[in-house]
């Protein structure tokens, strides 16, 4: 992978052709994009992409509320944005397709969650 020391292009992002450009911490990074790609299939592999898109679409509806979003911010290192510290701290935590016993809204902060069946259920 390259990276562009001077801002010769600007600020781009996407991709042209086969090179795709990404930004990361304020700099513009160049790789060529694979011939091709197919993701393994295995039930492990199934399970981590999807235990990793529950962890997302959890920390995206945690940080959609303004001040959980404040308080992970106060904890971010390393150019990481709230969305990246709540997904990784929430990753090794919740299932593949449903909330643990313990999920952090909060950073260092977490809450029990456990299901009661109602009489109707």
Known sequence: MATL?????GRISGSVGDINFRQKNGTNNVSARPNSYTPPDDEGSVQRRSKFAYACTLAANIISIAPLKTLWESKLTNG???YNKTVGTNYRIVGSDALT??????PGIGFTFKRQLLPQE
């Open 5 to 9: 020391s001077k801002q010769v292009l």
């Open 101 to 106: 016993d313990q999920t952090f809204l909060t």
């Open 80 to 82: 990481e944005t709230a």
